[in-house]
Every structure is written in structure tokens, then in C-alpha cells.
């Protein structure tokens, strides 16, 4: 576990990012400390990342912690809950933001089975339960909160050998529907579904032609699903709703 020192408590409220230590998952967490949420991320694999962040918020007047987790283990993430509540209170704010994108010829044989395994773990089983464990730390507080899940467009519509990851996804859409009946009224549940946000890394020579094919023909940029958040963080009687931010690409 990685803990950074931090500043005197926010008053925006208390957060936790899932996949927090880089792109899509960094910038949202800066947005939330720059609300005034005191920002606890997550990591897998991008620890510098994540410890750099850290410093940053908190030499600004923020409030940040890090940690690696690995959302296989249960045991990790009830430890990094129960570390946030003892410094700071209970999560108020939790943003799921993690997944495994595999394709399905990866998947085969008794090493596939293992790789599969994994992606439903990381994707749905574990982002659920942590879900539910936070939900049980507010009732028990006593606080309102919400839970935001960011999910894909592919859990919606079909993406050619791609079945595990888009019924993973698929998974987390029904998943939000549920527990926003479940939970109400003192948690919201939503989740957002972004379309191409910025090229992948290292490139990828079918993008320009997915962007052609969008109805509003752009990507959303790290702003567009910040704004989306943003949204969802004071629209009070929203609740069980799969935001598109996608530029239309669900319509098509």
C-alpha cells in the first residue's frame, strides 16, 4: 500500500476512483479534487502515475491517497476501505473505472479459462462487490452517496470477438439498474458510457474511420466524460440512468 500524506479535509466530499493512476481514471479524480472531494485512487499497474498525482493534489491543498489493488482479491479492497474510513470517513462518492479488455481468441485452453476468469473478475465481479461494500459502509454511517460506474458502449451492442468483455460490461449496465431500485433513496447508482474519448495508445488506424461513422464525427476528450460526472455529482433525482457519451454512436 502507497499512502501519501494529505491535507486538511475538503469539504466536497470523500472519493474513490478505481483505475485512478492514469488516463481516463487520473483526470477524472483531478476533476473531483478540484470540486473539493478529497480523491483516494486506485492502480494496477501505473504506481509512478499514481504516486506523482498524489503530490500534485496535495501540493496544491488537496487531499489524496493511493493504492495498488487488484480487483480479484476481496480482501485488498475491504483493507483500502476500511483505511479510508479510519482517515478520512465513509467513501461518498465511488467511481468504478476498470476493466480488462481481451479479445476472445486469447481465451482458449486452460490458460484462456484463467485470462476469462480474470476479465470477469476485474471487470464486473470485483467492481460489484466493491459496490456493494461501500453501499453497506454509507447505510452504516448514515450518509447519502452515489456509486457512477463508467461501462462501455460495448455491453449494449455486439463487438465482433468480443463476447466475454462486452457481457462483463453488459453485466455492470444491469448491474446499475438493480441496485439504483435497490438502494434508493439515500444511494444514487449511474453509469456512463463512453464512445472513442481520445485514439488509443500507440495508435490505432481504424479510429479516424470509427469517428466517421459517429453522428457528431469527434471524440469526447477527457472533458466530455468529466462533464458527464459532473452532471451526474448534482442531478438529485437521477438515479438507475446509462448516460451515452458517445456522440450518438449508440444510434447507429
Known amino acids: ?14 472519493a474513490l476512483v478505481i483505475g485512478g493512476g492514469s488516463r481516463l481514471g487520473a483526470v477524472i479524480a483531478r476533476d473531483l479534487s478540484a470540486l473539493g472531494f478529497a480523491v483516494a485512487i486506485t492502480y494496477h499497474r501505473s504506481g509512478v502515475q499514481a504516486v506523482q498525482w498524489v ?3 496535495i501540493a496544491a491543498g488537496g487531499a489524496a491517497r493511493c493504492y495498488p489493488l487488484d480487483l480479484q482479491h476481496p480482501f485488498a479492497i475491504t483493507s483500502i476501505l476500511s483505511d479510508v474510513h479510519q482517515q478520512w470517513g465513509p467513501v461518498t462518492l465511488l467511481i468504478n473505472n476498470a476493466g480488462v479488455f481481451l479479445a476472445d481468441h486469447v481465451l482458449d485452453g486452460e490458460e484462456g479459462w484463467r485470462h476469462m476468469e480474470s476479465l470477469f473478475k476485474v471487470t464486473l465481479q470485483g467492481p460489484l462487490w466493491l459496490s456493494m461494500q461501500v453501499a453497506q459502509a454509507m447505510r452504516q454511517a448514515q450518509v447519502s452517496g452515489q456509486v457512477i460506474h463508467i461501462a462501455d458502449i460495448w455491453g449494449e451492442r455486439p463487438l465482433t470477438g468480443y463476447a466475454a468483455y462486452g457481457a ?3 453485466g455492470m449496465i444491469m448491474a446499475t439498474r438493480v441496485l439504483a431500485r435497490d438502494w434508493a433513496p439515500t444511494i444514487r447508482v449511474n453509469a456512463i458510457l463512453p464512445g472513442a474519448v481520445l485514439p488509443p495508445e500507440g495508435g490505432n488506424p481504424g479510429y479516424q474511420r470509427m469517428l466517421e461513422r459517429t453522428p457528431l464525427k469527434d471524440q469526447a476528450g477527457w472533458e466530455g ?3 458527464a460526472v459532473r452532471y451526474l455529482l448534482v442531478a438529485r433525482f437521477v438515479t438507475g440512468e446509462i448516460l451515452h457519451v458517445d456522440g450518438g454512436r449508440h444510434l447507429v
Open 1 to 14: 500500500m502507497t499512502i501519501v500524506s494529505f491535507s486538511t479535509m475538503t469539504p466536497g466530499g470523500i
Open 225 to 227: 466524460v468529466c462533464q
Open 55 to 57: 503530490a500534485e493534489v
Open 168 to 170: 462483463a460490461k453488459a
